[in-house]
């Protein structure tokens, strides 16, 4: 009877140890999820462009934080960016955003012209080469080649993207105005200004025109005229900073000026 009831005893006890322990997997209470971010909508979006460039890269900096996939967010963070003179900055969004969305054409026209503004038109090549294919009626690629090759001293290549542009849109007054600063970078300072007067005179004229147009004058030594245009859109303090650039470009200042004071100058 010992034997059995020891038997017995063995058996339970590997019985009991098998058995699953009910209360120790008891499922804990789940928790609450949270809600994933809610995208802006398109009116929200919309009055988003009009914002100012640093609440504008707050307001994209948010929606691709929330989907990094969004080009439309992508090319509104480079752009606020880029206005902002955050051009690496730019340049590294529209960058990150091209990834899902490789033939996206506004994020190409972004990221290269992050790349010329911070002075590196070589890497601006490529994407604007790859819009024009994409879109080839498009003015826009094709203007931005112009200057990145400018940038990349191809002068061949940048007269012949500057024309293409023209012939594409005609009555637009970037390309118009990108060509004529092509030829006063090349010492044309005469024809440059007769093709920004066209320019300035076009209804898509914006302020970078009528001041490249006073820049050229200046440079053509007629400073009266210049400070006349450009008082037309900047404040004195600026006037006086580009006017004392230009003073310092055609010779008129003193021999003695630096480069961070030209610089410092404007006229850009």
Request: hydrophobic fraction near 50%; glycine fraction near 6%.
């Amino acid at each position: 009877m010992c034997r059995n009831r020891a038997l017995v005893a063995t058996v339970l006890a590997g019985l009991l140890a098998a058995a699953p322990a009910f209360a120790a997997d008891a499922p804990k209470p789940a928790e609450p999820t949270r809600a994933a971010p809610a995208k802006a909508s398109p009116q929200q979006r919309a009055e988003a462009r009009r914002l100012d460039p640093l609440a504008r890269a707050a307001f994209w900096g948010s929606e691709f934080e929330i989907d990094p996939a969004d080009a439309e967010a992508g090319a509104g963070l480079a752009q606020a960016l880029r206005a902002l003179g955050r051009d690496d900055d730019a340049a590294r969004a529209a960058s990150q955003a091209l990834i899902a969305h490789p033939d996206d054409t506004a994020l190409l026209l972004e990221l290269a012209r992050a790349h010329i503004a911070r002075g590196q038109g070589f890497y601006a090549i490529e994407p604007a080469r790859k819009a024009a294919a994409l879109n080839p009626k498009d003015w826009r690629p094709q203007t931005l080649l112009g200057v990145a090759y400018e940038q990349a001293e191809r002068d061949d290549e940048a007269d012949a993207a500057h024309r293409q542009a023209l012939a594409l849109a005609p009555g637009e007054a970037t390309p118009l105005a990108n060509y004529a600063m092509h030829l006063a970078a090349r010492g044309d300072l005469a024809d440059a200004e007769v093709q920004l007067r066209h320019a300035a005179a076009l209804p898509s004229a914006g302020i970078q025109v009528r001041q490249n147009l006073a820049l050229v004058v200046g440079l053509r030594g007629r400073l009266p005229e210049a400070e006349k245009l450009a008082r037309a859109d900047l404040p004195p303090e600026q006037v006086a900073n580009n006017l004392a650039y230009l003073r310092a470009a055609i010779g008129q200042a003193g021999a003695n000026r630096s480069w961070d004071a030209l610089k410092a100058g404007g006229g850009q």
